[in-house]
């Protein structure tokens, strides 16, 4: 029986920050009551090896679900082989006015504009040094909206070197089309001058602790052809370890007619499927297995998933899917990738 299944149309009556709130307060007491392997068994996969890391099996959470490391251990037992948090801020913001989130239910696809509400890098410190998870938690960077784009760098170096010692990996967070201008710094010169400061970081941050921290960074799949091969090409020049493709859209185009079609924000879901898959295959054809790829976006189905492997992704992120399906796609996904 699909417990989810069952409670979603009530989840879905409700105001989505609410539900997602309740959601998230629900599965804490279900992991606390050790209720949540029996409700949802996992598939025991091998364990995968991607940017050093071992990976007890290749279906993530996405960054944006869990934004300050709060509820690690609960997500983790559904079944995860890699929870990623964040986004974070150097400092605490509220984000974005409500309402900020919206279901496009037909589509099985979300609006967001929730704009880096966090409660700041230092909290999420805490949240992770408090978590059981023994497996990879990925740590996804960003910048205060009231930092001028010109300062960016400063508030990803900020959460760089505070994040380092507690994150198997890092991802920097240039594509939320929440934050007002981030998006430009995927282009030209700013791009280069981010991708320099931080991976000068890195190293220095890597003789500190004496251990690498793999770096990634969280794209668009909003970009030309032309960009995704700048971007491609400063990921080998910076020695890069991975990328995630892609963040949410700006596009419509999947949704006009829908009465949120409209919504400001960022559009996930079904609707991203293939815009980024497209992406995923022209970075992989770009980076030539040189670099991961990490793909996200528009994962409803262990097919979908399939097809991003196909395109070169060696690991998958779910966020909306998780939403519309429930936390059996996840083994739905590693049957299909266990199935010969």
Excluded at 41 to 52: C, D, E, K
Excluded at 80 to 89: A, D, K, L
Excluded at 220 to 227: M, Q
């Amino acid at each position: 029986m699909n417990l989810y299944a069952l409670i979603r149309p009530l989840l879905f009556k409700l105001d989505p920050e609410l539900a997602h709130t309740l959601t998230l307060t629900g599965l804490d007491w279900l992991h606390f009551l050790k209720g949540t392997k029996i409700l949802f068994p996992t598939v025991n996969t091998p364990p995968t090896t991607v940017m050093g890391l071992s990976f007890k099996n290749t279906v993530g959470l996405a960054a944006g679900l869990d934004k300050n490391g709060a509820h690690i251990d609960s997500l983790a037992a559904l079944g995860f082989g890699f929870i990623e948090i964040g986004t974070v801020t150097p400092r605490p913001q509220p984000g974005n006015p409500k309402p900020r989130l919206f279901r496009l239910v037909e589509h099985e696809a979300i609006i967001n504009r929730m704009g880096f509400n966090n409660l700041g890098v230092d909290r999420l410190i805490e949240n992770v040094k408090k978590a059981q998870f023994d497996g990879i938690i990925g740590i996804n960077i960003g910048k205060n909206a009231d930092t001028p784009i010109e300062k960016a760098a400063d508030d990803y170096l900020i959460c760089l070197k505070k994040v380092y010692p507690y994150a198997s990996y890092v991802t920097v967070n240039i594509s939320s089309p929440n934050t007002q201008n981030l998006r430009q710094l995927q282009q030209g010169d700013e791009i280069r001058q981010l991708l320099a400061a931080l991976s000068q970081e890195q190293q220095a941050l890597n003789r500190k602790h004496n251990k690498h921290v793999p770096l990634v960074l969280k794209i668009a799949p909003d970009l030309s052809t032309e960009e995704i091969d700048h971007i491609a090409a400063l990921l080998l020049e910076f020695k890069l370890d991975g990328v995630i493709a892609t963040n949410t859209t700006l596009s419509r185009t999947a949704v006009a007619g829908h009465p949120a079609a409209q919504e400001a924000g960022g559009l996930s879901g079904g609707p991203v499927r293939e815009p980024a898959t497209t992406v995923i295959k022209r970075l992989n054809q770009q980076l030539g297995g040189k670099i991961p790829v990490i793909a996200a976006g528009g994962i409803l189905t262990a097919a979908d998933a399939q097809e991003k492997q196909a395109a070169g992704a060696a690991l998958v992120q779910l966020y909306s899917g998780l939403i519309y399906r429930g936390p059996t796609l996840i083994n739905d996904i590693l049957k299909a990738h266990t199935t010969p």
